[in-house]
């Protein structure tokens, strides 16, 4: 058997020592200040902006923080929302935004946060590249425009998407060493549930059901919500909140 090359030997010998002096790092700052990575493991607080500016043709009336949905359990979730209202002299259109971790399910965010009968809803959703999947649906008279926008990768709207984009993209070697101290976790789970909706006219409602739905050709409150949709995305993708 040939002998590995000197090159390739001193090249080992450096990663392995790089590797225990990592180890070794996160063993020391584990023993020294334990504490201190407790409390970063379990305290967490986001801003959310009061002001969205960047949305094209629409100007911001006001913003305001969400009240925290009630649920069934004993301990309240630390929850960061705000619903935001713009307008172009003839038009509302409202927005909502919704951080939340390890929550990928779009008609789980329907009924949880939105209160909306998720079974009688049927979206559709088009996909665009660089950008993501979102979704279109009808309720009570009003069109709607809703996705999760990822820290990392592409927006989703079905759990699959979710989890398949986490794994492609929410992971890294700095991810897995401050996930060793304590400071984030091993995959970034974090998404911000958006929800955008104009008020329809009635000659504009649609239930059709389409399978290819990048083919359907949208109306005009969907054009609107999908111009707006791609300003918004920009906007929090480059501004999405810190820990």
Not at 141 to 148: A, D, E, F, M, P
Request: proline share 4%; charged share 25%; hydrophobic share 35%.
């Amino acid at each position: 058997m040939n002998s590995l090359p000197i090159e390739w030997k001193q090249t080992r010998v450096g990663l392995l020592g790089l590797v225990f002096l990592g180890l070794s790092g996160v063993l020391i700052y584990t023993f020294i200040s334990p504490e201190q990575t407790e409390k970063i493991s379990k305290t967490e607080e986001v801003i959310i902006p009061d002001n969205v500016p960047s949305l094209s043709q629409w100007k911001l009336l006001e913003s305001k923080l969400l009240d925290q949905p009630k649920t069934e359990s004993s301990e309240p979730e630390n929850y960061f929302a705000r619903k935001y209202e713009y307008t172009n002299d003839q038009e509302r259109l409202k927005a909502e935004i919704r951080y939340h971790k390890y929550f990928g399910s779009f008609n789980q965010f329907l009924i949880k946060d939105m209160k909306m009968p998720a079974a009688s809803i049927f979206p559709y959703i088009r996909y665009q590249k660089g950008i993501g999947h979102y979704a279109f649906f009808e309720h009570e008279n009003t069109t709607y425009l809703g996705s999760c926008i990822n820290a990392k990768g592409e927006a989703t709207v079905t759990l699959s998407q979710y989890n398949q984009n986490r794994y492609l993209h929410g992971w890294g070697l700095t991810r897995t060493f401050l996930w060793l101290i304590g400071q984030q976790d091993l995959v970034e789970y974090r998404c911000l549930w958006t929800i955008m909706s104009i008020p329809n006219s009635s000659e504009e409602l649609d239930f059709t059901i389409n399978i290819d739905t990048n083919d359907k050709e949208l109306n005009e409150t969907e054009k609107k919500l999908e111009e707006a949709w791609l300003d918004w995305y920009a906007w929090w993708k480059n501004n999405f909140p810190d820990y």
